[in-house]
């Protein structure tokens, strides 16, 4: 046998010399303890993704108005409701692309190839000069990062099937801390030359550019992240590319394409074929259950900020980006410190699906209860406001992190970029009609003050809560269904 078909036994199972995802096999037997450092690699990676999406919410608003493109100030969460679903709409068209390419190429070149879009496409956005500007740069932004659904796959990979859920577990958490630490940076960040004048003057490219900053500094962070992602691990099985057979005996050893024939035994392995992934109940329904919640989750980041920097006339808090970001920073800090600490055990405890139905019950008079915070003022809402983003957030967190896990459980290894290509496609294209649909409602709402049944913020919240509720009814039987093992 050639040396480059030399095979390995390592604790009662075979390896092959220069096949990348049997290196992190051989790794991951050896492990013993939780993978801080495999973890910590996840985390930082989907970060540098994630913090673009939602980091434009609290200063969205005024970008919009300075754009110029309507007069009503009771329009403005219309019009900015579509620069927020134009990333998203992005995605719908290539999320199964890029699952493809993660199956064929492997893992790690869709990652760095979405992390260098990164920093292309939100620093152009920083330096959008009209509304239609910042469309395209969000639509190009969304089309070509294509790390969130192979990196989920890559996360059950990377670790352990005892840590599994932990790892993805981070893959939300990262996911949604970007989505809080991103709008934290943005109101922060935004319009530095009038919060810090003796540091950025109005003639500055700053000062002509007030939302420029916030879109740099995260550039700038997911170049870091970029480079620092060539030294990542391929955890894709790729044996073909290195002329080995894949034996009979090997169980968790997967080629990775295509219908191929097995060398010396006659037998044939179906494998990346979408129409058996269509035909994949499991997979299906945990998709569509993770779409109804993604379009809830989106509308109520995108609704989230506009009504908190609304006026109080239209029934918003009247925060200032800077209000908005210190919210966000807290609601970042709870979530990080949850999943760390609170997560594991609670998913030990009762398992993944319990914590995802009790999340999506508690999350309703949660959402009731916005309403009335904010007939508050002063510290007193401060506080209400920031736990009650804390909760929302970490619900959601335990939500969708079930629904993840059922995703990478219900397919093998070999057709898990392509699933979770076409769980981004279709999550895509729901949480492209949350901002949208968010934004619109929000501006509806906020004219209907003093409307007889469900005045004001209190109709968008209870439109929140059907969805929610719809996403808890399909999280049963005869719905869900579970892959049997």
Avoid at 183 to 204: N, R, T, Y
Avoid at 227 to 254: G, Q, R, Y
Avoid at 461 to 475: K, R
């Amino acid at each position: 046998m050639a040396s480059e078909d030399v095979k390995e036994v390592l604790l009662g199972k075979e390896y092959f010399e220069g096949c990348p995802g049997c290196q992190v096999d051989k790794r991951k037997a050896l492990q013993r303890g939780v993978p801080y450092k495999e973890l910590s690699i996840i985390w930082i990676v989907l970060l540098a993704s994630a913090l673009p999406i939602s980091s434009l919410f609290p200063f969205l608003y005024f970008m919009v108005r300075d754009f110029n493109i309507t007069k009503e100030e009771e329009n403005i969460s219309y019009y900015a409701g579509y620069v927020g679903s134009a990333y998203m709409l992005g995605r719908v068209f290539t999320s199964v692309f890029w699952g493809w390419v993660a199956d064929r190429y492997g893992r790690k070149v869709v990652i760095i190839f979405g992390t260098f879009v990164v920093v292309v496409t939100n620093t152009l956005f920083g330096l959008s000069i009209n509304f239609w500007m910042a469309i395209a740069t969000r639509f190009l932004l969304g089309s070509l990062n294509g790390v969130l659904g192979p990196i989920k796959a890559y996360a059950s990979e990377l670790v352990r099937d005892e840590y599994q859920a932990t790892a993805l577990s981070t893959v939300s958490t990262a996911w949604g801390t970007g989505l809080i630490i991103g709008p934290a940076i943005g109101g922060f960040l935004a319009q530095p030359a009038d919060k810090f004048p003796a540091i950025f003057s109005q003639e500055s490219i700053f000062g002509r550019f007030p939302y420029f900053l916030p879109c740099l500094a995260i550039s700038l962070l997911a170049l870091v992240i970029g480079i620092a992602c060539f030294w990542l691990p391929e955890t894709l099985h790729m044996p073909e590319l290195h002329k080995v057979s894949c034996p009979d005996s090997l169980e968790n050893l997967e080629c990775a394409h295509g219908s191929e024939e097995k060398e010396g035994t006659g037998r044939k392995r179906k494998t990346d074929s979408s129409g058996s992934l269509l035909m994949n109940w499991p997979l299906m329904s945990s998709i569509m259950v993770y779409c109804v919640f993604s379009l809830h989750d989106m509308a109520y980041t995108e609704i989230f900020s506009l009504w908190a920097v609304s006026p109080r006339k239209l029934g918003g808090l009247n925060y200032s980006t800077d209000g908005v970001g210190e919210i966000l920073s807290f609601t970042g800090f709870g979530l990080l410190v949850f999943q760390l600490f609170i997560f594991p055990p609670l998913e030990r405890r009762f398992g993944f699906l319990t914590l995802a139905r009790v999340s999506g019950f508690a999350c309703i008079p949660l959402l009731t209860s916005y309403s009335y915070i904010a007939l508050l003022s002063g510290v007193t809402l401060a506080l209400l406001i920031t736990c009650a983003s804390v909760l929302k957030n970490v619900l959601s967190l335990c939500i969708v992190t079930g629904m993840f896990i059922l995703q990478n459980r219900a397919v093998d290894q070999h057709q898990r970029g392509a699933a979770n290509g076409i769980a981004m496609t279709a999550m895509s294209f729901f949480k492209a009609i949350g901002p949208a649909g968010g934004g619109a409602l929000l501006s509806w709402a906020q004219v209907r003050q003093d409307a007889a049944f469900l005045p004001g913020t209190q109709l968008v919240f209870f439109i929140l809560n059907v969805i929610e509720a719809i996403g808890i009814a399909m999280l049963f039987k005869p719905f869900l269904a579970l892959r049997e093992p």
